[in-house]
């Protein structure tokens, strides 16, 4: 099993719809990350939580909500899904020695909004 | 002005060629420095940390310069399982990972 699992792998939705994009890790890290990744603007992050409870926007957080349910789980969620939502959807987490181990992504998700 | 700006690419250099990708950034409270791989719809990996003093890693060398605030990465004797972009990566002194945009790598037989 992969350390980051992110569902689904790729989703089309319709403008309006409500979606949720999941995310669950095993590395037992407490920080946990939501990025988007769109050509030619490289990957900006969403939100971000250090642990349960804590929830930080990042720079482009509009129309989009969070839900750190436990350690291990991180939801992304559009409320009301637009076409220039239509990206590629990563999230990460973080171990203690980010020299040594980075960020640990997961393989995406590949939204589609139309 | 991006943060952290870099030559898209595309590069395409024959197999065993030196090539050599450079990255700016614009905050001088960046405290550390990353070069991360990604292939081509897959998810960002570390490649290597760049330190102040520079650091090799096998064929791959990584250097710092704090006062012009650029970072760069030198690929030795390219193979082509090297073809990917290669992301410039700086984490903010907020404690968050700022991305480039990525120089694209293309190594051909």
């Known amino acids: 099993d992969a350390d980051v699992t992110q569902t689904p792998r790729n989703r089309i939705t319709k403008t309006g719809k409500r979606i949720m994009l999941e995310c669950s890790q095993t590395k037992g890290h407490d920080r946990m990350y939501w990025y988007r990744q769109d050509p030619g603007l490289g990957l900006r992050l969403i939100y971000y939580?250090?642990?349960?409870?804590?929830?930080n926007k990042g720079e482009i957080s509009d129309g989009y909500s969070v839900s750190r349910q436990a350690q291990a789980k991180f939801s992304l969620s559009l409320e009301s899904a637009i076409p220039n939502q239509t990206a590629l959807y990563f999230c990460?987490?973080?171990?203690?020695?980010?020299?040594?181990?980075?960020?640990?992504f997961g393989s995406g998700t590949r939204l589609t909004v139309v | 002005r991006k943060e952290v700006e870099q030559d898209p690419g595309p590069f395409n250099v024959p197999e065993g060629a030196t090539v050599a990708f450079n990255c700016t950034y614009s905050?001088?409270?960046?405290?550390?420095f990353f070069w991360y791989r990604q292939d081509c719809r897959k998810e960002p990996k570390l490649l290597m940390s760049?330190?102040?003093s520079g650091n090799e890693d096998g064929r791959f060398t990584a250097q710092l310069n704090r006062a012009s605030q650029y970072i760069s990465l030198l690929i030795r004797d390219s193979k082509l399982s090297d073809s990917a972009t290669y992301l410039c990566v700086v984490l903010h002194n907020t404690d968050k990972l700022i991305f480039g945009t990525g120089t694209r790598l293309q190594v051909f037989p």
């Open positions: 939580s250090f642990d349960v409870k804590d929830i």
């Open positions: 990460a987490t973080r171990g203690a020695d980010l020299t040594l181990d980075g960020y640990t």
């Open positions: 760049v330190y102040s």
């Open positions: 905050n001088s409270a960046s405290q550390s």
